[in-house]
Nanobody, 125 residues
Framework: QVQLVESGGGLVQAGGSLRLSCAAS????????MGWFRQAPGKEREFVAA????????YYADSVKGRFTISRDNAKNTVYLQMISLKPEDTAVYYC??????????????????WGQGTQVTVSS
C-alpha cells in the first residue's frame, strides 16, 4: 500500500501561483510513476501532469503546458506541482496518484493504483 497526502491548495487570484505537494508513505516511493489529476464541479476527473519514477520525464495536459511544472524528490517521498499564471478554469480538486504505468499510458487514470484525498484549488477572476 501507498498512502498519499496532498497539501498546498487554497484560494488565489487569477494570475497567481500555488505549489501543491503530495507526500507518500508505505511502499517504496521511487518505484512508482506519479500523476496529478483534477476534477472540477460537474466534470469528470482529468489528467494534469505526470512524472516517471526516475524523475527525468514529465508529461503535461495541453491546458497546463508552460504554466505547471511537476517534479519529485525521491529522498523526501514527495511529488510537487508548481502552478503559475493560474486561471479560473484551473479551479478544481487536485489529486495525486501513484502507479506503475506503461509506456503510453501514464496519462490514464486507470493506470494508477493509489490516490490521495485531494486538495481544493480555487482561482478567482
Amino acid at each position: 500500500q501507498v498512502q498519499l497526502v496532498e497539501s498546498g491548495g487554497g484560494l488565489v487570484q487569477a494570475g497567481g501561483s500555488l505549489r501543491l505537494s503530495c507526500a507518500a508513505s508505505g511502499r517504496t516511493f521511487s518505484n512508482y510513476d506519479m500523476g496529478w489529476f483534477r476534477q472540477a464541479p460537474g466534470k469528470e476527473r482529468e489528467f494534469v501532469a505526470a512524472i516517471r519514477w526516475s524523475g527525468r520525464i514529465p508529461y503535461y495536459a495541453d491546458s497546463v503546458k508552460g504554466r505547471f511544472t511537476i517534479s519529485r524528490d525521491n529522498a523526501k517521498n514527495t511529488v510537487y506541482l508548481q502552478m503559475i499564471s493560474l486561471k479560473p478554469e484551473d479551479t478544481a480538486v487536485y489529486y495525486c496518484a501513484a502507479g506503475r504505468t506503461g509506456i503510453a499510458t501514464i496519462i490514464r487514470e486507470s493506470e494508477y493504483d493509489y490516490w490521495g484525498q485531494g486538495t481544493q484549488v480555487t482561482v478567482s477572476s
